[in-house]
């Protein structure tokens, strides 16, 4: 490489720092001869007094101009801050300029007007020079040769439209007007893009303007206007996306280019409740934690947000293998990960957990460890009963000797008023926590709705069918639900930990159900298409579903927490020694009884639990054989009978 190649670089600086200079050079000069025949009438009396005062000033305001960085030339990036610096810069070599010419070369000849006009004229230019570079960079903005790009829509003008205007001229998106329901807004323009009416009329806009796309330019939206924006945008036939939300900007997550898909977190009908986890902290930090099913959705966002508390250890246990494995890479990579152990067990298992728990010094253990699928729970009742009911007496047996403080077992809404085999496990579930006597180990439940993005939830396979099928499948057209997002059900969980008292069954604040029709509808334009193309079927409850489900028996006692957004409840308890009597039926019935005596023990104990009286034919590819585990866990009950 040449010698003149490798000092071009410095010879280019060196130009542009000249041509800089003498450009300020020219400015000052041409604004006091300028403010000079303002003076006097576009006349120039006194020629030698006004330049040799020229070269005085031209010092000053260099170096002012000097101290505040204004040399640089980069003006395309200006901002108010630069505007503010040139004002700063202006006052202080007017001053010098002043005390120079009046006090120590005693030029009291000098008008005093030219000091104000100069000062005036010279600001002007400053921040003209700057205005017009960002004119230059900006000339993509609205106007006839941009028409070629990609024509969209805002909703909202407020101050993310703005940064949102200036960030698409970096891509091929041109902003043609925004939409605001604030009509002092309108009429008012944007970085030059008019502010033309309310929200509710994106069709007419729309058309008017070719536009593509609406742009959602409101981070702060709650789930109730997201939603009203999404049906609109529905109803116009539009393609719609969103900046990320408020929270996220601030915590750093987003920025205001990212825009995305509206999100179903979106779609709630609610905002996303933030529970106050400032205690859990306090009472998870230096503490040994181990969650169950620690693999599933639930379980490994439970253990991302238990990690973050600095916990003495977490124990993440599934029976799991492979979802263990992606798990372990995940937790790794986080703050803590060196502090995580990972067992591969069944809760099933009373031996294998009373190792890990004792091995392990155990003080805190979130029970997430379910089967949860409601059809196929229906086809796998004895699995069921295994793994969510007559596992649970033998573990809390395991984790009392061991030492442990607090049990949370996570429950559902289809606990309430069961109609599945499901169901009425996770509410056999509740009510053995609730009975089961104290001793030093706090027992609570935590009940909640469907989880979007859960594994095996209604959005992952719509969104499958969608892709593979051009088709959805819908039980019923008015079918509803209660919706939480993973994070919340995860805090919930942790917060129940904090609030609730022995046998509590702590329920989240879930807003209004959502139909499950209206999530297809908003998901098939999420997906880019429109609902002519993806065609909606209805093919019936299936087994053990019902049409809506309840966050609470009608009779269950409701109490106030210290958020209220979390409700702590109490129910009718059946006497410890007559529940353990029926458990030890249920075991008897889950090695040699039939399905339908299942059901009818399941019913004498839960009464509100209602079902089909015809017995679900179980197909060989998914029956599953759980005498084993049973007879295990038989002998555990006989192991532990005479301890409470």
Not at 7 to 33: C, D, E, G, K, Y
Not at 195 to 222: C, M, W
Not at 533 to 555: Q, S, V
């Amino acid at each position: 490489m040449s010698k003149e190649f490798r000092n071009t670089p410095s010879l280019l600086v060196r130009q542009r720092f000249w041509a800089i200079t003498l450009f300020h050079f020219l400015l000052i000069t041409s604004s006091v001869v300028l403010a000079w025949l303002l003076r006097f009438d576009f006349r120039i009396p006194f020629p030698t007094l006004l330049f040799s005062c020229v070269p005085v000033l031209i010092l000053f305001r260099i170096a002012a101009l000097a101290r505040f960085n204004l040399l640089h030339g980069y003006w395309r990036h200006s901002s108010v801050s630069d505007v503010i610096d040139i004002g700063k810069a202006v006052a202080l070599g007017s001053l010098a300029f002043f005390v120079a010419t009046r006090y120590v070369s005693r030029k009291y000849e000098f008008p005093l007007s030219i000091y104000i006009l100069e000062a005036i004229i010279t600001a002007a230019g400053l921040a003209g020079a700057r205005l017009c570079a960002m004119a230059l960079k900006n000339k993509t903005l609205v106007g006839p040769a941009t028409r070629k790009k990609r024509p969209v829509i805002i909703a909202g003008a407020g101050e993310a439209a703005s940064l949102l205007i200036r960030e698409m001229l970096k891509t091929e998106f041109v902003p043609m007007a925004c939409l605001d329901d604030d009509v002092f807004k309108h009429g008012a323009k944007i970085h030059g893009v008019p502010v033309v009416g309310k929200i509710d009329s994106v069709a007419t806009i729309v058309n008017t303007y070719g536009a593509e796309e609406l742009f959602i330019a409101i981070p702060s939206a709650n789930g109730a206007q997201m939603q009203r924006i999404s049906r609109i945008c529905e109803q116009a036939g539009v393609r719609y996306r969103t900046v990320p939300h408020l929270h996220d900007l601030l915590m750093g997550r987003g920025s205001i280019s990212q825009l995305r898909d509206v999100s179903l977190e979106d779609l709630l009908g609610r905002d996303p409740v933030r529970l106050d986890l400032s205690q859990v902290r306090n009472q998870i930090a230096g503490k040994v934690v181990m969650v169950t099913g620690a693999a599933g959705s639930i379980g490994s966002e439970l253990c991302r947000q238990v990690l973050a508390y600095s916990p003495a250890k977490l124990i993440v246990l599934d029976q799991a293998e492979t979802p263990m494995f992606y798990l372990q890479l995940q937790l790794t990579k986080l703050p803590g990960g060196d502090r995580v152990v990972y067992a591969v067990a069944d809760v099933a298992n009373a031996s294998r957990m009373r190792r890990i728990i004792g091995e392990g010094a155990v003080e805190i253990i979130f029970h997430a460890a379910a089967y949860k699928h409601v059809p196929l729970v229906e086809l796998n009742i004895r699995g069921a009963l295994t793994n969510n009911v007559l596992a649970v007496p033998p573990l809390l047996d395991v984790a009392e000797e061991c030492g442990c403080e607090t049990f949370v077992l996570i429950s559902s809404d289809k606990a309430v008023q069961p109609t599945s085999f499901m169901g009425a496990t996770k509410r056999l579930g509740e009510l053995i926590l609730a009975a089961r006597p104290k001793k030093h180990m706090r027992c609570v439940s935590v009940r909640f709705g469907n989880v979007l993005g859960s594994q095996g939830s209604v959005i992952p396979v719509f969104k499958e069918q969608i892709e593979k099928e051009g088709r959805i499948t819908i039980t019923h057209p008015e079918i509803t639900r209660f919706f939480m997002t993973i994070p919340e059900a995860a805090s919930l969980v942790l917060q129940a930990f904090t609030l609730g008292e022995h046998g509590d069954i702590l329920v989240l604040d879930m807003g209004n159900p959502v139909r499950i029709l209206d999530l297809a509808h908003s998901l098939i334009r999420q997906c880019g298409k429109s609902p002519s193309e993806i065609k909606i079927e209805f093919i019936g409850l299936r087994p053990g579903e019902k049409m809506y489900e309840d966050l609470f028996y009608p009779k269950e006692r409701r109490f106030g927490t210290t958020n209220r957004k979390v409700k702590r409840t109490q129910s009718e308890i059946i006497a410890w020694p007559a529940l353990r009597a029926h458990l030890e039926d249920l075991i008897s019935l889950s090695n040699s009884g039939t399905e339908i005596s299942i059901r009818a023990k399941m019913r004498e104990i839960i009464p509100e639990y209602s079902y089909q009286a015809e017995p679900v034919r179980v197909p060989l590819e998914v029956a599953v054989d759980f005498s084993s585990s049973a007879m295990g866990i038989s002998r555990a009950f006989a192991a532990g009978a005479g301890q409470d």
